[in-house]
């Protein structure tokens, strides 16, 4: 099976503008997740959805928002960048096996504001 | 709220020797804890977690970690370390039904030398 895919791998924007971020799980997974990794705040949970809802979200502004499709591909948007939003987004996708809980994460996408 | 405190931010150690990178965890609920690392520009891998049962569980590449309920801890050991295994390190816990939400800690850099 492929892995957890991400596109674009690497972003550079302007302070302002609106980035969106894409996230294809592995076949199957019906669970995405999302996370953000600074070297000052480390890994924080953004959001999760399951079949195309928002099952979990983190403590991040509005700004910060995502979506999933039919296909368990999702994305997440931010808009209104600020420089703090530098970081890499890590995706990760999960087959909701009860006996499992395991989460396949993809390479993340690092996002630079200027 | 959940929270995970790996102490040591950096750990030097010689090849072969043995290793213990802490974890330890708050929570007023039961938990699942798993141990993540990540290679330079990579996602996180799995390398163990702990749903239920034995309180010594065992991964990939060598790694074992115990749970240890009274002391709220789940230190990563492996007795015999190659250059290969350095890495950062993340420590993580999820509620038990609480979807996939991971609150992870610090990290900790394994630095494997000759």
């Known amino acids: 099976k492929a892995g957890v895919t991400q596109t674009p791998r690497y972003l550079i924007k302007t302070r302002g503008q609106q980035v969106t971020l894409s996230c294809s799980p592995i076949?199957?997974?019906?669970?995405v997740s999302w996370y953000q990794q600074t070297p000052g705040q480390g890994l924080q949970f953004l959001f999760e959805?399951?079949?195309?809802?928002?099952?979990n979200k983190g403590n991040f502004p509005g700004r910060f928002s995502g979506r999933q499709f039919s296909n368990s591909r999702s994305e997440m948007n931010v808009s209104t960048l600020e420089l703090g939003d530098s970081a890499l987004y890590l995706c990760?996708?999960?087959?909701?096996?009860?006996?499992?809980?395991?989460?396949?994460f993809g390479p993340g996408t690092r996002l630079t504001v200027t | 709220a959940q929270s995970v405190t790996q102490l040591d931010s950096q750990v030097p150690v010689f090849e072969e020797a043995p290793v213990e990178l802490r974890c330890n965890y708050s929570?007023?609920?039961?938990?699942?804890l798993f141990w993540y690392v990540q290679y330079p520009n990579q996602g996180l891998q799995l390398l163990l977690k702990?749903?239920?049962?034995?309180?010594l569980v065992k991964g990939i590449n060598g790694f074992e970690a115990e749970f240890n309920k009274s002391q709220t801890s789940f230190h990563l050991r492996k007795p015999s370390v190659h250059i290969s295994d350095t890495a950062e390190y993340f420590c993580?816990?999820?509620?038990?039904?609480?979807?996939?939400?991971?609150?992870f800690g610090t990290g900790t850099q394994l630095k494997v030398e000759l």
């Open positions: 990760a996708s999960s087959a909701e096996d009860r006996n499992s809980y395991e989460q396949y």
């Open positions: 076949s199957g997974h019906r669970s």
């Open positions: 959805y399951f079949s195309e809802t928002q099952r």
């Open positions: 929570s007023s609920v039961s938990v699942y």
């Open positions: 702990y749903l239920s049962g034995s309180t």
């Open positions: 993580a816990v999820s509620l038990t039904g609480g979807g996939n939400k991971l609150t």
